[in-house]
């Protein structure tokens, strides 16, 4: 079974500063990485998935995520962020059955 | 498409009450999912439905029971609520078998007192 850990839990920056969000997985057979991301009061919502091929995986609003196998990590970034990108961001991972796992969360304030 | 719609949105109850919690989906998805999410510990899936007519238990069952009613619609029943089940609830459905993301509702939000 995986567990996700995502190693920040409070993650505050400047509006237009860039953002690094830390993801590490633990699984012993290959497995699907997503990003989801919860504005205030919502669901979650798809940011970026890595399922195969490059890397290097490009999301909404400007995310982008690598997939690192030799680490067992998927960082997500974003070089430039803005007020509305303050949220909670969760890390899941999946392997070859129904279930997602996910990480407890990293809360990102944006500040002016 | 209206996606994944959960009802309601908010309930208080009291201890030793019952409640169901009623989830729909219009994306013609054959998954279909319950989560609990509380501060600092992520979303942890209750049950699962793979397809419709079958259940499964996930991280977090007991105190829950779910009926998958067709394709469309996953319940999560509560027969007797206890304070440790105040949470926000997240329904959500997914298509491919393996590699599709789950949409997720807007959840509801449960207190038991």
């Known amino acids: 079974a995986q567990s996700v850990t995502q190693l920040d839990s409070q993650v505050p920056v400047f509006e237009e500063a860039p953002v690094e969000l830390r993801c590490n997985y633990s699984?012993?057979?290959?497995?699907?990485l997503f990003w989801y991301v919860q504005y205030p009061n919502q669901g979650l919502q798809l940011l970026l998935k890595?399922?195969?091929?490059?890397?290097l995986v490009k999301g909404i609003n400007g995310f982008e995520a690598e997939f690192n196998k030799s680490q067992t990590s998927f960082h997500l970034r974003k070089p430039s962020v803005h007020i509305s990108d303050t949220a909670e961001y969760f890390c899941a991972v999946r392997e070859n059955d129904y279930k997602l796992s996910f990480g407890a969360g990293t809360t990102v304030t944006v500040r002016a | 498409n209206a996606g994944v719609t959960q009802t309601p949105k908010f309930q208080v109850l009291k201890t030793g009450q019952s409640m169901t919690l009623q989830c729909a989906q219009d994306?013609?998805?054959?998954?279909m999912y319950w989560y609990r999410q509380d501060p600092g510990m992520g979303l942890r899936l209750i049950y699962y439905s793979a397809s419709e007519g079958t259940t499964d238990k996930g991280e977090v069952p007991n105190g829950y029971n779910v009926s998958r009613l067709n394709k469309r619609e996953f319940s999560l029943r509560l027969e007797s609520a206890a304070p440790s089940q105040t949470s926000v609830y997240f329904c959500?459905?997914?298509?491919?078998?393996?590699?599709?993301?789950?949409?997720f509702g807007p959840g509801t939000r449960l207190t038991v007192t």
């Open positions: 699984s012993s057979v290959s497995v699907y």
């Open positions: 994306m013609n998805h054959n998954s």
């Open positions: 959500a459905s997914s298509g491919l078998r393996y590699a599709a993301e789950q949409y």
């Open positions: 890595y399922l195969s091929g490059s890397t």
